[in-house]
């Protein structure tokens, strides 16, 4: 009796991981149909990303697919900067942790957009390629 007692939390424990796993699965296997349109793709647990042509598309990824998606064409944006937990840093000395945010300003948008990361080095490469494209499109 006493070691069922025992037990028993741990095989909760089991189920609830087993049920967090199946769901991020799930999410990126609806992420995976998602970007098969897109040249370049980004899937992280806080925003999914898609670069086609001179439009991006990004928004929140969920079990039935991207959600809240919004579009933007880089020939309308003017710059993007990078932030780490609020902070401005430079794309070629990200930290290695923490909440990263791109943020992309445009003459058509009144506020910026910003699209989180959980990873800065790989948002800083994102930054440097959409400065790239931004100013070949310019």
């Known amino acids: 009796m006493e070691r069922g007692l025992i037990w028993l939390p741990l095989l909760g424990l089991f ?11 799930q999410k990126v ?5 998602w970007a098969a349109d897109f040249d370049r793709a980004k899937y992280d647990i806080y925003a999914v990303l898609g670069q ?3 439009q991006i598309t990004w928004g929140i990824p969920t079990r039935q697919g991207p959600i809240n998606l919004e579009t933007a064409s880089l020939k309308t944006l003017s710059s993007v900067s990078l932030q780490v937990k609020g902070k401005p840093v430079t794309f070629d000395d990200p930290p290695s942790k923490g909440r990263a945010e791109l943020v992309l300003t445009g003459s058509d948008r009144p506020t910026p957009i910003i699209i989180p990361f959980t990873e800065p080095p790989l948002a800083a490469q994102w930054g440097q390629y959409l400065q790239r494209e931004i100013e070949r499109l310019s």
């Open 52 to 54: 086609k042509d001179d």
């Open 29 to 33: 296997e609806a992420y995976q149909r």
């Open 15 to 25: 189920f609830w991981l087993a049920w967090t796993g199946w769901r991020e699965f």
